[in-house]
């Protein structure tokens, strides 16, 4: 029996890195799950729209959980922001007493209700707790075991704690479990769980270039081959912006970062070419180069 989500894709993985997109539909049927998109859901507000108008952020999630209540079905989401965002926005209109009455009086005016029986899950949330590490390790055809991999958490999907309650904020270990169950050695190091800078990038772009890097540069100096995420915004920071962040730290970085479901599908056997993996900015050959030649070792003679 699949496992069957509500798919709230977020504006970053359509948009700006729509290879996250395109690498989560590749991968998603060889771990028996099954999405409909919610094409009809709007922006969550990454945090933005509710400090300036809390309750059309509320509302505008209201509406997307709806959708999903509709089909019957809990919100897969691929962004940590989305979760982070989301997750809180969820735990408030169910337990607020008198909230969850207002907003929809908002969405009543487009024939729409939201009940409160929706959860918000994240992919990582979803193969570590439903999907199970046991059977995406027997998906697994080439194992990274040629890498040292650093997980970057970021901050939105870790927390607030008390609303998600997945992970432990200060010590998490599902991105760790996912990386030992497709072969690679994970990383530790102390900018995992902090923040990837995006959150100020606009207003303070330098500060948040030094934070990325930092965050890079402690990962390179432990031994990383290459870094994965689960938040698109926090890719953005990390490959977009790396040459900047490099020099703001005075270091040559040149770390590829992945997808979480980037590296799922190369541990998978999937084509780097169905994964998106080509729309990087700082090439990823390096990893891609050591899958190829994996995979042609496994070729029968």
């Known amino acids: 029996m699949p496992l069957k989500y509500a798919l709230y894709p977020g504006c970053a993985a359509k948009g700006a890195t729509p290879e996250l997109h395109q690498s989560t539909m590749a991968i998603i049927g060889r771990l028996g799950i099954e999405v409909v998109e919610l094409?009809?859901?709007?922006?969550?507000?990454?945090?933005?729209?509710?400090?300036?108008?809390?309750?059309?952020?509320l509302a505008l999630n209201a509406r997307t959980f709806a959708q999903a209540e509709e089909l019957g079905l809990d919100v897969m989401t691929i962004c940590g922001t989305c979760q982070g965002v989301m997750g809180a926005a969820n735990k408030r209109l169910k337990t607020e007493p008198g909230l969850l009455e207002r907003i929809n009086q908002v969405l009543a005016r487009d024939g729409i209700a939201y009940r409160g029986t929706v959860q918000?899950?994240?992919?990582l949330w979803i193969v570590v707790r439903e999907v199970g590490l046991h059977r995406l390790g027997q998906q697994v055809r080439i194992p990274m075991q040629d890498f040292r991999i650093a997980p970057f958490y970021g901050c939105y999907i870790l927390r607030p704690s008390w609303d998600l309650g997945f992970d432990d904020p200060e010590n998490p270990t599902s991105l760790e479990k996912v990386?030992?169950?497709?072969?690679?050695?994970?990383?530790?190091?102390?900018?995992?769980?902090?923040?990837?800078?995006?959150?100020?990038?606009?207003?303070?772009?330098?500060?948040?270039?030094?934070?990325?890097?930092?965050?890079?540069?402690?990962?390179?100096?432990?031994g990383a081959d290459f870094m994965v995420t689960p938040c698109p915004l926090c890719h953005m920071s990390l490959d977009i912006y790396q040459d900047r962040a490099g020099r703001a730290v005075k270091a040559q970085l040149d770390l590829p970062i992945l997808h979480l479901p980037q590296l799922l599908g190369l541990a998978m056997g999937v084509p780097p070419k169905?994964?998106?993996?080509?729309?990087?900015?700082?090439?990823?050959d390096s990893i891609i180069r050591v899958v190829e030649k994996r995979r042609a070792e496994q070729k029968p003679a």
């Open 274 to 284: 169905d994964l998106g993996v080509s729309r990087h900015l700082v090439p990823v």
């Open 120 to 123: 918000v899950k994240h992919l």
């Open 39 to 57: 094409t009809a859901a709007s922006c969550c507000g990454a945090g933005v729209i509710s400090e300036a108008d809390p309750d059309v952020a």
């Open 179 to 222: 990386i030992k169950t497709v072969g690679g050695e994970p990383v530790a190091y102390a900018g995992r769980t902090k923040c990837c800078g995006f959150p100020i990038i606009l207003e303070k772009e330098a500060i948040a270039v030094a934070m990325a890097g930092t965050n890079m540069k402690e990962a390179k100096d432990e």
